[in-house]
């Protein structure tokens, strides 16, 4: 041994031949700054092989363990300095490893070795190590900064080693140890859902151990994931004791509340939306004006009047950021006593009101617009449902009287008919985007549990009250930018360029231009206008839709991309969102010469929570829908459906039934007996024996072959193909030159990267 090596005594103890120490490794790469393993090997003078492949062995054991960062092909090294720990969220996969997610770089890898310490949404420092054999870096967590949570819900269980807390995805691989007298006093069962506080946090060598505060009822599933979902996403259901106390001392709006505000409480305002809507936060009314012009007067509820900055209330809509809509529940940003009572437009009482109050001329083009506080009194609460039935039949006696019978609310409601015709007609103009997509509903029995799902119908009512809002909401950013307000612009970026590659390539099928970057709105108005009335539309504009980039919340207008706005803020929803709520705040403080309110948070800081929670509730509500449809889907193994293909993966067919509107996945090896390669730019799966496509669009029968609960993932296989979409026709293969008999060989699955031949 020819180097100087404070721990070479434990070091001989441990190998027969011994090499350099990890502490004598770092110092030496510390003083050389980056070297490769044949480096550090001639500077130590070792030239054994044995000796050498050691080395390299406790050279990638250090990687692993995050003492220094191996990059470069031939590998580098180098010591992990402070600089080198990063920030950011674990999120946990069901099958046991995770990721670092960063906001700025790429994410790190997490092997399920690093997620023993860990759950979901945890917030760690950690060190990238090295790189794996598929381009991902390789992270070791140094110290876990926050938790995002301390107390869990999952299944009681029982083994060898006493009792634990089985979790769900995604926190399935932390199972929770608890005590059996924990266990005898709460009287739990195995196979119980329970609530569980942390005691300990789990490390390298132990699970967490944990206490049971409550065992849960088991008779609804649908309660129960909710529950669940509202932990595991760390959303905060109840509201503190300040927040009730401030909203319940609110009294119905008195003569003092009403000083200073105009009177519109004479206009046949009414409110229009779906059938299970409790919050009523939006009232229209339009007229016609001389020489065709109109006016429309929206009227949303004045929240800020209530909730005021800073307060209790405040502090808890701040927090939530937005209501979450769950199958049948909400978990609403604001105490119902508000949300549900005193903000909402209910018919027949006066209500306070910011309003919006919009000249346009009978060409759709805006001509003025001015904001005030007002009182309006509802003359009737109306459903998309009636309006639109209103509209095909206006003598229809199943009609409300509040519609039928109310002369001035009638001829509203066929003013606002007329406008929304005409801006039906700007919107083409300016290829505001319209996709064909299916929305849906589930409706439960009585135990819970799926009864049918549905999908939600859009007739012209709901467009209707979708363009007031539109206008509103131009008008609310045209105005906040006119005065330089201190508000939070909603964003939508237009594609980035591997997006628009991608949707420029698969173009080609419909014989259609598509810039490879840069697309207008009218470039992707070109292609759901020549797909719109196709059999495989829904399909074509769901891929479209995907393409687009994630809307957000942020104090610089960029415009909103796919309404095909210059300016666009929210202005129509402050019950439910916070973004609303601001923007009423700094209009108001304007119109009426008042000082705008500070607050405690900085505008880029509300930007980040509010776009932050609007992801949040829509993940929890989606998992929530995903577990509630496999959850149904476990006791339909076996039995057939008819499906439409709608994604086309390298790994096989997604495929939505026909009749549910459920997802599943035809893995490749289900999909026939051919051996196909994935063509990413016409999104087919292509087999190369026999010539057989499948892609966007294609009819199909699968059956059920089985439901992972932990992945939420649905799997199907493959019967037959019932219709080929237009694009996605078998192709005739040449007649090929007989050829001498050859006896049958196994075919080798690794024949082309992407294929697969069912075996």
Not at 118 to 136: I, K
Request: hydrophobic content about 35%; charged content about 25%; aromatic content about 8%.
């Amino acid at each position: 041994m020819s180097w100087n090596d404070p721990n070479a005594s434990s070091e001989a103890k441990r190998y027969d031949n011994p090499i350099p120490s990890r502490e004598l490794i770092l110092s030496t790469i510390t003083e050389h700054g980056e070297v490769t393993h044949q480096q550090l090997a001639k500077a130590f003078n070792i030239d054994d092989t044995d000796q050498f492949d050691a080395l390299g062995n406790r050279l990638k054991a250090m990687a692993r363990d995050g003492q220094v960062n191996r990059e470069g092909r031939p590998y580098r090294y180098r010591t992990v300095t402070q600089q080198d720990v990063i920030t950011g969220t674990v999120s946990a996969h069901p099958k046991g490893f995770g990721f670092v997610l960063l906001s700025d770089m790429p994410d790190l890898f997490l092997h399920e070795k690093q997620m023993r310490w860990v759950f979901n949404g945890d917030t760690v420092e950690a060190v990238g190590t090295s790189t794996d054999n598929r381009g991902r870096t390789e992270g070791r967590i140094v110290d876990i900064v926050e938790r995002r949570q301390n107390n869990f819900i999952g299944t009681l269980a029982r083994d060898d080693d006493g009792y634990c807390v089985e979790l769900g995805s995604p926190n399935n691989h932390q199972p929770i140890t608890v005590t059996d007298d924990n266990v005898q006093a709460f009287n739990a069962k195995q196979g119980a859902p329970v609530k569980v506080d942390i005691i300990d946090w789990p490390n390298q060598h132990e699970f967490a151990t944990g206490k049971i505060t409550e065992v849960l009822s088991d008779d609804n599933d649908r309660e129960l994931i909710i529950e669940t979902t509202l932990l595991n996403y760390d959303i905060p259901s109840d509201f503190s004791e300040a927040a009730l106390k401030q909203a319940n001392d609110y009294q119905e709006p008195t003569e003092k509340d009403i000083k200073g505000r105009t009177d519109l409480r004479h206009l046949p305002l009414v409110t229009i939306d779906g059938e299970d809507a409790r919050d009523f936060d939006d009232a229209v009314f339009a007229e016609k004006r001389s020489g065709g012009n109109y006016r429309v007067v929206i009227a949303i509820a004045d929240v800020s009047y209530y909730v005021t900055p800073n307060s209790p209330l405040d502090q808890d809509a701040y927090e939530r950021g937005t209501s979450v809509y769950f199958p049948h529940r909400v978990i609403p940003m604001l105490p119902e006593v508000l949300s549900n009572g005193l903000c909402s437009l209910n018919p027949d009482l006066d209500r306070l009101c910011m309003v919006a109050d919009i000249k346009i001329s009978r060409a759709g083009k805006i001509t003025g617009y001015e904001f005030y506080p007002s009182v309006i009194h509802s003359q009737a609460r109306l459903t998309y449902n009636q309006v639109n039935d209103y509209f095909v039949n206006p003598t229809d006696k199943r009609l409300p009287k509040s519609l039928t019978g109310n002369k001035d609310v009638k001829k509203s409601i066929d003013t606002l008919h007329q406008l929304y015709e005409l801006l039906l007609k700007k919107r083409e103009e300016r290829h505001a985007m319209e996709f064909e997509t299916v929305e849906t509903y589930i409706k439960f029995n009585e135990k819970g549990g799926i009864a049918d799902i549905l999908p939600r119908t859009r007739g012209d009512s709901q467009k209707l009250i979708e363009e007031c809002m539109l206008l509103a909401n131009t008008c609310a950013a045209n105005f906040a930018l006119k005065h330089e307000l201190p508000v939070l612009y909603r964003n939508h970026d237009k594609p980035d360029g591997e997006k628009s590659m991608r949707i420029h390539e698969y173009a080609k099928n419909f014989g259609l231009p598509f810039p490879e970057e840069s697309p207008t709105q009218a470039d992707y108005q070109r292609i759901i206008e020549a797909t719109k009335d196709r059999p495989d539309a829904i399909s074509i504009h769901s891929m479209l839709l995907r393409s687009m980039m994630q809307a957000n919340y942020a104090p610089d207008n960029i415009g909103h991309f796919g309404l095909a706005y210059d300016e666009y803020s929210h202005f129509t929803s402050p019950i439910r969102r916070y973004p609303d709520l601001m923007l009423h705040r700094a209009i108001k403080a304007k119109v009426t010469n008042s000082k705008q309110p500070v607050m405690d948070f900085s505008l880029e800081g509300a930007g980040t929570q509010t776009s932050d929670t609007e992801r949040r509730a829509e993940k929890a509500s989606r998992y929530v829908e995903s577990w509630l449809k496999c959850h149904y889907m476990k006791d339909h193994v076996g039995e057939e459906f008819e499906g439409v293909v709608t994604t086309v993966t390298s790994f096989g067919l997604f495929v939505t039934l026909t009749d549910l509107y459920i997802d599943g996945l035809v893995h490749i090896s289900n999909v026939g007996d051919d051996f196909f390669v994935y063509d990413e730019q016409q999104q087919q799966l292509i087999g190369k024996d026999k010539g057989t496509l499948f892609g966007l669009g294609d009819s199909v029968k699968v059956q059920v072959a089985g439901v992972n609960m932990d992945l939420l993932q649905i799997d199907f296989d493959l019967k037959e193909k019932l219709q080929s979409s237009a694009m996605n026709q078998t192709k005739k293969q040449p007649a090929k030159k007989e050829q001498p008999k050859k006896s049958p060989a196994k075919r080798s699955s690794s024949r082309s990267k992407g294929g697969n031949k069912k075996g």
